[in-house]
C-alpha cells in the first residue's frame, strides 16, 4: 500500500502544482528552500468492518514562506485541489473524497521568521 502523501504529491504534481509556486515535500520537510509545502500522513480510524479495504485515513498539509499571506494562499491551493477530489482513481487507489478536517491554523514562525500554517483533511479510499 503506498502512502496517500505520496500519491496526493504526485497528484498535485499532475495538476500543475508550478501554479503553487513552491517546491512540494511528503513527510520530511527541508529548510530550504523558504517557500515550500509538505504534506505528512497523519491518524485516520480504524478499517470499516464490512470492508477492511475501505480506509479512512488522514493527512495534514503544512505550508511554510517568507510572509504569512503566500503561506495562507498555499493552503488555499492545497484546498481547492484536494477538495475536488471524489471518486478519482490517484496511484493504485480509488479515493471516494477528501474532506478538510480542520481549517488553516498558524502555527507562527520558526527559526527563521517564515510563517507556518497547517490544515488537516480526512480520506477515505480503496485499492482501484
Known amino acids: 500500500m503506498s502512502a496517500p502523501s505520496h500519491e496526493l504529491a504526485q497528484y ?7 501554479t503553487l509556486g513552491v ?6 520537510e527541508p529548510t530550504a528552500p523558504d517557500d515550500v509545502m509538505t504534506i505528512y500522513d497523519t491518524a485516520g ?3 470499516v468492518l464490512f470492508d477492511e479495504k475501505l480506509r479512512d485515513l488522514g493527512i495534514q498539509v503544512r505550508s511554510r514562506a517568507g510572509n504569512y499571506a503566500d503561506a495562507y494562499q498555499m493552503q488555499e491551493d492545497a484546498f481547492d ?3 475536488a477530489i471524489k471518486g478519482q482513481v490517484i496511484g493504485g487507489h480509488r479515493y471516494i473524497g477528501v474532506w478538510m478536517t480542520s481549517d488553516v491554523t498558524n502555527v507562527g514562525a520558526d527559526d527563521n521568521d517564515r510563517s507556518i500554517l497547517t490544515s488537516n483533511f480526512r480520506i477515505e479510499r480503496h485499492p482501484a
Not at 12 to 18: H, I, K, S
Not at 23 to 28: A, I
Open 12 to 18: 498535485f504534481d499532475g495538476q500543475g502544482t508550478a
Open 23 to 28: 517546491d512540494l515535500f511528503t513527510n520530511d
Open 45 to 47: 480510524s480504524a478499517p
Open 81 to 83: 485541489i484536494l477538495n
